[in-house]
């Protein structure tokens, strides 16, 4: 099989990542549950990978860390622990349901107000609307910092210099990044970066989490065991601990920390340039063949996916052909991101996505292309 | 009966705060390791760190100088 959905989990994973967890199986306990060597074993895995993650992501705190499962629950403890009722929030029109749904519910309970900064038909955001959607209880912008349809990335660079500007919070959810292309929290301004582990971070899946500039204010979303604080009847207020009730997928976060290391290693420069030059191949291979629709803007900044439609086709149809037929695995239909779509205007055919890993080959991309060009023709 | 020793306890208010200060500890040579916290001590974590009375003020001036975060320094008979 020719895997190209590692937008959706990347499938291969290093070695090193499958070894630590089978390790961390073998000898962790319950990470803040005790003074064994067991459970310090798993403390202290817990702690490097927070230190490494700081690291990684500009996050001036290793203890404002939280480990989640995923980013829909880091955005959704980011989301429903920072608004008060009558906040005003901005979010875009390329986000994923795993910050939309969480922004409709708290518009529906009546607790905030909500704008969106359009896309174009290229999926492109309109940039001075960050800037004149803002009002006097304009509490934060949150969004995406590239699309899972299309691969554009939004500029937070200059996103945060307006949130800054504003006094408002900024929240990003990096789903689609984390590992894959350079974060830096202070460099942007970013509030709260909410991550998961299983894509480009080539991480298990059941890890994720976000990190919190130091001041930022989160209320606990789930609340019980913390290992600290036992009699009292609240939720330790001190972060991680805060947000972190339960134990924790401490041997997922193992892998996570194995990853962390296998990417500094190799170098995250290194694997986006690898990823662009896959992605560039087939952009090129596809986009000049009769009868194909690429989606998205190729003339800034994205991630290595390429969404595609042949003809009017059923975008379900010609992903199962790809599978069946050439062996090759994409994903087709509604990505999570109905506005987008909307956007794009493909809420009916849907769209097939072909998204590239660092362990995708020239030559698998080759015959991606060979096969979308035989389907083209026929 | 073992003899009882009067010993340096330092307490935190998280698991993470505890783990900082062992890897800070381990870095800079300092002394003392994680044991449980003891019984005669109420703290927010249930790790704390141990050291000897006489290194009390090294490690009080080495964390306060490296921004690690601590709740009490104790020291008791165990
Ligand atoms: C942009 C975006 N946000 C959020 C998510 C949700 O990620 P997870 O399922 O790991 O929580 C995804 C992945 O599907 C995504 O692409």
């Not at chain 1, 509030?191 to 299983?198: A, E, P, R």
């Not at chain 1, 769209?351 to 030559?363: C, D, I, K, L, P």
Request: one cysteine or more.
């Amino acid at each position: 099989m020719i895997y190209l959905d590692n937008a959706a989990t990347t499938l291969q994973k290093p070695q090193c990542v499958i070894d630590a967890v089978v390790r961390a199986m073998n000898s962790m306990g319950n990470a803040s549950r005790g003074a064994h060597s067991s459970s310090l074993s798993a403390s202290r895995v817990v702690y490097d990978t927070r230190c490494k993650i700081a690291k990684l992501f500009g996050c001036s705190r290793a203890d404002h860390v939280v480990f989640t499962c995923n980013s829909t629950e880091a955005l959704n403890i980011a989301l429903g622990g920072l608004f008060v009722s009558g906040d005003h929030v901005i979010t875009t029109d390329l986000e994923h349901n795993s910050v939309l749904r969480p922004l409709y519910r708290l518009e529906k309970e009546g607790i905030i107000s909500l704008n969106f900064v359009p896309a174009d038909v290229k999926g492109r955001p309109d940039y001075s609307a960050f800037e004149t959607l803002i009002r006097r209880n304009t509490k934060a912008i949150v969004c995406t910092h590239a699309s899972n349809l299309t691969g554009n990335m939004i500029d937070l660079e200059r996103v945060g210099r307006i949130a800054r500007d504003h006094g408002i919070l900024l929240v990003v959810d990096a789903s689609q990044t984390a590992g894959a292309v350079p974060i830096d929290m202070e460099r942007m301004n970013i509030d709260v970066l909410c991550f998961t582990g299983h894509k480009g971070l080539m991480a298990p899946q059941g890890t994720g989490g976000l990190c919190i500039r130091e001041g930022v204010e989160i209320r606990p979303f789930k609340v019980g065991g913390s290992g600290v604080h036992s009699y009292d009847k609240e939720q330790p207020s001190a972060y991680p601990t805060r947000l972190e009730a339960g134990t924790l997928n401490s041997h997922g976060i193992a892998g996570l920390s194995a990853a962390l290391d296998y990417l500094n290693e190799v170098g995250i420069e290194t694997i986006r340039s690898k990823e662009t030059m896959l992605m560039q191949r087939f952009y090129e291979g596809v986009s000049r063949l009769d009868g194909i629709t690429v989606y998205g803007d190729f003339d800034f900044e994205r991630t290595a996916v390429v969404t595609l439609n042949i003809g009017d086709e059923d975008s379900a149809i010609i992903s199962d052909v790809l599978y069946e037929d050439y062996g090759i695995a994409t994903r087709p239909g509604a990505h999570c991101a109905p506005r987008m779509h909307e956007a794009l205007g493909t809420t009916e055919q849907g769209a097939v996505r072909f998204s590239f890993s660092w362990f995708n080959t020239e030559e698998e991309v080759d015959e991606a292309i060979r096969a979308v060009a035989e389907l083209a023709e026929s | 009966m073992r003899q009882k020793k009067s010993t340096l306890i330092i307490t935190f208010a998280t698991t993470t705060q505890a783990m900082a200060v062992e890897k800070f500890c381990q870095d800079h040579e300092l002394p003392g390791r994680i044991i449980p916290v003891p019984r005669e001590i109420t703290a927010g974590c249930g790790l704390s760190w141990k050291a000897a009375p006489e290194d009390r003020e090294r490690l009080a001036d080495a964390l306060r100088d490296g921004g690690l975060g601590w709740e009490e320094m104790h020291i008791i008979e165990i």
